[in-house]
């Protein structure tokens, strides 16, 4: 009763659990011999704690993907 007439806010958000695919698209990455390479690549992600999700940043997608970014050039640039 009191939780309801003190006057906070109440968000609700929806979060998807199941597993999703987020697709990077066309990174164009320097190798060690300096040549170009353009990769495409997928990552499979599920979320598991939606608190967390919702908490971590304002755009989390946005944030995977980038991050999802940087480790795809680390992992080719050390590789080539």
Not at 24 to 48: F, H, P
Not at 58 to 63: A, F, G, L, N, Q
Request: aromatic share 10%; net charge positive; with cysteine.
């Amino acid at each position: 009763h009191w939780f309801w007439k003190s006057g906070c806010g109440i968000r609700v958000e929806f979060v998807d659990m199941r597993e999703r695919n987020l697709e990077l698209q066309g990174q164009e990455i320097i190798a060690k011999d300096k040549a170009t390479v353009r990769v495409n690549s997928s990552v499979s992600y599920r979320v598991t704690d939606s608190r967390a999700w919702l908490l971590w940043c304002d755009s989390p997608e946005t944030s995977l993907y980038k991050a999802a970014q940087l480790v795809l050039r680390e992992t080719v640039a050390n590789s080539t």
